[in-house]
């Protein structure tokens, strides 16, 4: 798998952006320097994140200034995250919050130029994946900032946030990992036409569930309320991810029995999909039998 050029300018500018992480261990130089660098870091900070993008502004035109500003901007988006939580105790899981966006979507678009650059483009940064998943997110930061200020207690709480952390970190392994097995035959995009080179993937972690990213993503985004401690929203998320989850796979499997048909039906009756109460598309019993005699009787005739 080889890094295409978007993949390549994307790691770059990520890193850039990251690497604001290192300003204040300029501190440790001495002088008018360090001075500036321990009473006036929000300046410097800011600073960092403009020069940062002019940088950008310089090197990159069009498409690559796309990519290039979005991937410094969720690197920039990590190192605010890490500060706001290492510097306030009641805010330091919305800093968490921030870093796990951040990645998430950057991670996104970057698994995608390595996995399945022909269909990489900057849809791929989820960034814009819809107006539901704009909400949820505005949802979750004010319910935050209404609970940090009314309750600061339920803020302050250590073991659910690490339970939550743990949710993210799994979520997210498991939806890249599905991400590498699946490679050129995973499409941001559920595919409505089968591709000629498409084919069904049912080792790795497809032979755990069927659907490995949709769990990834389901307990990635139930773990960030979790670790927020944010009660109504962690209810919200379960409900509308739950939903969202069922009617896309009901969908996708309509889609996958057209392409692979009785493949797809066998692998069904091996493999769960991996999202409670969730059974997919099942094509009726009569059916399938219907078809499988049909199939047989043809062999035998040929
Ligand atoms: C966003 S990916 C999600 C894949 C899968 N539902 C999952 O959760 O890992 C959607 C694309 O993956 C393809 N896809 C889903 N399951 C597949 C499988 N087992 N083998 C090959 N392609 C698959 C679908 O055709 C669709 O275009």
New binding site residues.
Partial sequence: MALDSMGKISLKCFLLGVLILAVPHLSYVNGLFSYVIVELWPLVLVSYAVGANAVIFLLYREAEYQVAVRSCLLGLGIGIGWFLSVSSLSYSLFGWYIVTLSFFHWSEYFTIAVTNPASLGLESFLLDHSFAYHMAVVGSTIEFALEAYLFPDLKNLTWLPVLGATLVLCGELLRKA?MFT?SS???????SSKKPD?????NGV?SWV??????GWFYWSVGTQVMLCNPVCLVGYIIASWMFFKSR?EY?EV??IN?FGDDYIT?QDQVGTGLPFISGYRVPQEEIDAFRTFADNKDKDT
């Fill in positions: 599905a699946a035959n995973f499409d941001h995009y559920v595919q498409h084919q069904l993937v049912t497809y069927r659907h490995p990213s949709y769990v796979i996708e889609m996958l392409f692998y």
